[in-house]
C-alpha cells in the first residue's frame, strides 16, 4: 500500500510513463555543489553581510559550471530570511537570494533554496510552543508566493532536521508540500529526513514514514547525505575502506528504486589523500550507475569563505583545482 501511495506521490519511472510536464530526460544525473556561506554564522543574526555571511559571487558560479555543473545547493539562514516568525522577509536578505538565483540560472543552472536550520528557528524546534508548525509552513507559502513559478528553482524544506521522530517530521514536511501546491507552486520539492538525512541508515530511520508523503504534481525529491569517515559524521578526513562505500548509499539508492522515486544526494564530501579520493571515485561510479534513480547530487562544497577546510571544492589561491575536483568531473 505505501508503495502505491508513492508512486502516486513521486515522479514515476520517466521512460516507462512519459516524463510530466516540464521534466528533464530521466537519464541525466544533474552534477552540482553547495555554495555555502549565505547561513554561515548562524550565532551571528542578522549579522553582517560580508563579515558573517555572504552570497555566491558571479566568478564562482561561473567556474563550476565550467567544470560541468548545473545543480547548485544554496543554503540560507531562516533567521535572516525571516527575521520574525510568520512575518515578512527581509528585504536585503530576499534581494540576495533573488540575485544568487538569476545569476545562477543564467550560468544555465538549476537551484536548491536549502533551508539549513536543522529543524529549528532560533535554536527551537519546528512543532515546540515556540516554533509552531504553522510558522514553518508561513516560510514556504511566502517563498512559493516568489518562486512558485520557476521551475529551475527547488523547495528544499530543510536541511538535516533534528526533531526525534520520523514520523512528526514527516508530517510537517506533509503540511509543508500542501502549502507549496496550494499556492499553485510548480516546483521540485526536497524531502529530508530525520538523524542528520543519513543514506546509509534512510530505510531503518525514515524510509517508512516518508513513504507516506504525498504530493499532487508528483514532484518530490528524496534527499539524503552521506559521508565516508567511519561514523559518517563528515568530521574526519581519514575514510572507510572501498568496500564500504557502496553499501552506504545502496539501501537508499534502492529504496527509491522500489518505490518509483528520485533522490538526490544533497550531501558528501571526502578528504585530499588517496584512500578518500578513491572512495569518491567508487561513489561515483555507483551513483552513474544508476541514472533512473539519482536526480544529481551536490558536493559539499564549495563558496569563498571555506579557507583550507578539508573538503573545500574552491581553487587554490594560485587558481589550481582541489584533487576532488578531477574525480567528480572525470577530467
Known sequence: MKARKLFHATVAILTVLGAPAGS?????????????GAEFSSGHIPGRYGWDYSFPKDEEIAYYTSKGMSL?????????????LSGDFDPS?????????????????EVILD???????????????????????????????????DGKVLFGLMNEPQLASAADWAQVEQQAVDAVRKSGAVNRILISGVNWDGAHNFVQVNGAALADIHDE????IFEAHQYFDADSSGRSDVCVAQDQVVPRLSSFADWLAEHHARGLLG????????????????????????PYVWYGWTYWAGGSRWGEYMYTLEPTKTGVDRPQMSVLTGR
Not at 93 to 109: D, F, K, M, P, T
Not at 217 to 220: A, I, P, V, W
Request: glycine residues 10%.
Open 24 to 36: 528533464r530526460a530521466a537519464d541525466r544525473i544533474l552534477s552540482g555543489v553547495n555554495l555555502a
Open 72 to 84: 547548485f545547493r544554496l543554503p540560507l539562514s531562516w533567521e535572516r530570511l525571516q527575521p520574525n
Open 93 to 109: 536578505y530576499l534581494s540576495r537570494i533573488q540575485s544568487a538565483v538569476a545569476a545562477i540560472e543564467g550560468a544555465g543552472g
Open 115 to 149: 533551508i539549513h536550520n536543522y529543524g529549528k528557528y532560533h535554536g527551537q524546534l519546528i512543532g515546540s510552543s515556540d516554533v509552531p508548525v504553522a510558522g514553518f509552513v508561513d516560510l514556504w507559502t511566502r517563498l512559493a508566493a516568489i518562486f512558485g513559478k
Open 217 to 220: 504534481k508528483r514532484r518530490l
Open 267 to 290: 550531501e558528501f564530501a571526502v578528504g585530499r589523500n588517496a584512500q578518500c579520493l578513491d572512495d569518491l571515485k567508487t561513489a561515483m561510479a555507483y551513483v552513474n550507475s544508476r
